[in-house]
């Protein structure tokens, strides 16, 4: 069963990135879900014990050396995501998804937020409103993505 | 995938101890990275390992863009090839006529300033590199570069097209680099207006098409339409490059600087490769080595008593199209003075604006 695990964690992670690395035009670009956010995130609540903070932090830190200003900013925030994950799992995954994705939001905001504060500390400062767009866009593909990765392994609980 | 956690034993008695604590380890973890990577020159080695391994994933990310390009260049119909052909050619006909008065004029300009010989110009290698399309962080204004270390490149180089100043390097890697546009908000760009001389700092927006001159006081002899080069201070560009036209003023009745955006002339959208230069360290357009920013200088009145360099050729220039007004009392010597070799500005950042 882990080994399963861990080929769907590993697969689903490495879609998630080319997904983030993959040039878009900047219309589109600005929506850009964080794909590898959601990918923890999910990972975390069906197995914990698999997939979790460890996970969410090696993501972060790859997140950081393609794009991050500072290293070990998303590194700190993936973490923090996946943490709520795992502490949450049974109360999240027993949610229909239509109220998953609402908890999604709030964890996505609370992502955006944490990169905000580090991004205004370190100095690099990025305070466009824009930049909490992804958190609704990702509220919005987690069903279909849910789904998607549901369908790559499935945890006998 | 060892990496990515325990796996034995139940959700809330594992080897690393209850969910909280490990988070707190990794937070802390994660808080002391930061910390170091502000400090640049602890993490720099790390830096340019993770350049290195990051180059192959961008590179193969930007495959199926790049394959399409190409794709499209070799289908290109012999009409658009004509087209483009020709549209080049007299581009580099009206580029070689302008270029057959340069060397006259740069004599004659010598020749009125007073000296011996003509300055050469600052630019002295200049290098091309093909953007590497790939995100490089949302919202900020940055794109990578198929040149490293291997070919020379140094961080905080000057990068520009064909049409003005496009940014600095980055994070250099062996083979590639990352490069700040003059759009990211982190990116303040000393300048100077051509028509005035007037010196100010151009900030990005953040908006690929927009530079803020937020340090201009309300009355600051500034138009619509004139352009902005680089004034050559902060030590990263050399002086004299085209860097906007400035498209809008506002003026509030009660503040006391103006609201200028200026459009950049490079095309920061749409390039696809862009040119790395090196600058003649002697010029006087170049911009002053990072080694002399350290240098105490004093007063800058005492400046010009300093005594001149062993006999070189007497390098000096004006600023380009500056005026003897404004801008000129504040920093570089008078351009009459041999002496003068390039001006000892100490600090980083230009003055702004008295």
């Known amino acids: 069963m882990s080994t399963s695990a861990g080929g769907a964690i590993f697969k689903s992670v490495l879609v998630a990135l080319l997904l983030t690395l993959l040039p878009l035009p900047s219309w589109l670009a600005v929506a850009r879900p964080d794909f590898l956010v959601l990918v923890v995130f999910y990972w975390a609540i069906q197995t914990p014990r698999s997939a979790g903070i460890g996970l969410g932090w090696v993501c972060g830190l790859l997140l950081d050396a393609f794009q991050g200003p500072v290293l070990g900013e998303h590194a700190l925030a993936v973490a923090l995501v996946a943490y709520l994950g795992v502490r949450e799992h049974q109360r999240i995954r027993t949610k229909p998804l239509m109220q998953q994705s609402l908890v999604v939001l709030a964890v996505l905001a609370l992502y955006q937020f944490v990169l905000w504060a580090i991004d205004g500390w370190s100095g690099h400062p990025l305070t466009t409103p824009l930049r909490w767009i992804p958190a609704f866009t990702g509220a919005l593909v987690w069903t279909p993505l849910a789904g998607a990765l549901a369908r790559t392994y499935r945890p006998r609980t | ?354």
């Open chain 2, 1 to 354: 995938m060892a990496g990515f956690g325990t796996r034995s034993g139940s959700p809330y008695s594992r080897g690393g101890g209850s969910p909280g604590f490990r988070f707190t380890l990794y937070a802390l973890a994660s808080i002391v990275i930061m910390v170091l990577d502000q400090r640049m020159d602890v993490l720099e080695r790390a830096r340019y390992v993770l350049q290195t391994l990051t180059y192959p994933v961008e590179v193969a990310v930007n495959a199926p863009v790049a394959g399409w390009h190409w794709l499209q260049r070799s289908f290109a119909s012999r009409a658009t090839l004509e087209a483009e052909n020709r549209s080049l050619r007299t581009r580099m006909r009206t580029l070689e006529v302008r270029t057959l008065r340069f060397d006259a004029l740069a004599r004659q300009n010598a020749a009125l300033l007073g000296l011996k010989h003509a300055v050469p110009p600052a630019a002295e290698r200049w290098l091309p590199a093909d953007i590497v399309d790939i995100e490089l962080g949302r919202l900020r204004q940055r794109v990578l570069i198929d040149r490293g270390t291997r070919n020379g490149v140094f961080r905080n180089q000057a990068v520009l097209d064909d049409y003005g100043v496009v940014g600095q390097t980055m994070h250099v890697g062996p083979w590639s680099a990352d490069v700040l546009l003059i759009t990211d908000p982190e990116h303040d760009l000393p300048v100077q207006i051509a028509r005035t001389g007037f010196r100010t700092i151009a900030v990005g927006t953040g908006d690929p098409n927009a530079l803020a001159l937020p340090y201009l006081p309300a009355n600051a002899d500034v138009k619509v339409g004139d352009e902005l080069v680089t004034s050559g201070l902060g030590g990263i560009f050399p002086a004299g490059y085209p860097v906007a036209r400035i498209t809008q003023i506002h003026r509030g009745a009660i503040q006391r600087m103006s609201q200028v955006i200026a459009q950049p002339f490079a095309h920061l959208q749409t390039d696809r490769a862009v040119m790395l230069l090196w600058f003649r360290p002697g010029s006087p357009a170049a911009p002053v080595p990072p080694n002399l920013r350290q240098l105490p200088t004093g007063t800058p009145g005492a400046q010009p008593l300093a005594p001149p360099p062993p006999p070189t050729p007497p390098l000096c220039t004006p600023p380009p199209t500056a005026r003897p007004t404004a801008g000129a009392a504040t920093s570089t010597a008078s351009p009459g003075t041999p002496a003068a070799h390039p001006p000892l500005k100490p600090s980083p950042s230009p003055p702004r604006t008295p």
